[in-house]
């Protein structure tokens, strides 16, 4: 299966900031990734698919970009609401998995 | 509005079974494959087993496939996963969500809030 890993674990930074989330593939994986943003007690949402699309509802400071094995997922001015975890998933190959996770936290 | 809910999650003893449903609600859900993944405490989602709209293609991870088995019944909206033989490392709250993009290259575009196994003695 082809495993994710996303970094860094933990990103701590003020509202307003810019966040910048990694997640790498041991294989190509063209541009099937998906990004979830996940927060305690929450169902996961999802927030791009297809490496760069938006997925319904998903404000524009959410952006994502790569592709091959390096992805990025950028939220351009952090609001108090995206303190939370997110997780990358890959559907490039048989099962899909997933990242191990970043963690967002307010500074 | 789509919403999924999961239930029937508990407390189990090694070796048991336990049955979890998913009810939906907010789109046509005899037209969308469903998923189910989990969530060990303190750790990332990891896929269990998905099912294609008319229950016809299962697919599932290898930790559970011989113990879990997926099914569904359309006229009422529901999602199953009939666990057995359940182990502790089966202990996680589980997510029912549907299913985008093919059967075996899915995206989870909606998720309910899940329920809680626990496989203890």
């Known amino acids: 299966e082809v495993v994710l890993t996303q970094s860094p674990a933990t990103l701590s930074l003020f509202p307003g900031e810019r966040a910048t989330l990694s997640c790498r593939a041991r294989?190509?994986?063209?541009?099937?990734l998906a990004w979830y943003q996940h927060k305690p007690g929450q169902a996961p949402r999802l927030l791009i698919y297809?490496?760069?699309n938006r997925a319904t509802g998903i404000p524009a400071r959410f952006s994502g970009s790569g592709s091959g094995t390096d992805f990025t997922l950028t939220i351009s001015s952090l609001e108090p609401e995206d303190f939370a975890v997110y997780y990358c998933?890959?559907?490039?190959?048989?099962?899909?998995?997933f990242g191990q996770g970043t963690k967002v936290e307010i500074k | 509005e789509v919403q999924i809910l999961a239930s029937g999650g508990g407390l189990v003893q090694p070796g048991g079974s336990l049955r979890l449903s998913c009810v939906a609600s907010?789109?046509?859900?005899?037209?969308?494959?469903m998923t189910w993944v989990r969530q060990v405490p303190g750790r990332g989602l990891e896929w269990v087993s998905s099912?294609?709209?008319?229950?016809?293609?299962?697919y599932y991870a290898d930790s559970v496939k011989g113990r879990f088995t997926v099914s569904r019944d359309n006229s009422n909206n529901t999602l199953y996963l009939q666990m057995n033989s359940l182990r502790a490392d089966d202990t996680a709250m589980y997510y029912c969500?549907?299913?985008?993009?093919?059967?075996?290259?899915?995206?989870?575009?909606?998720w309910g809030q899940g329920t809680l196994v626990s496989v203890s003695s």
């Open positions: 297809d490496g760069s």
């Open positions: 907010g789109f046509t859900f005899s037209k969308s494959s």
């Open positions: 099912l294609s709209d008319t229950g016809g293609s299962p």
């Open positions: 969500a549907r299913q985008t993009g093919t059967d075996v290259a899915p995206y989870f575009d909606s």
């Open positions: 294989q190509s994986i063209v541009t099937f």
């Open positions: 998933q890959q559907r490039a190959y048989y099962p899909p998995t």
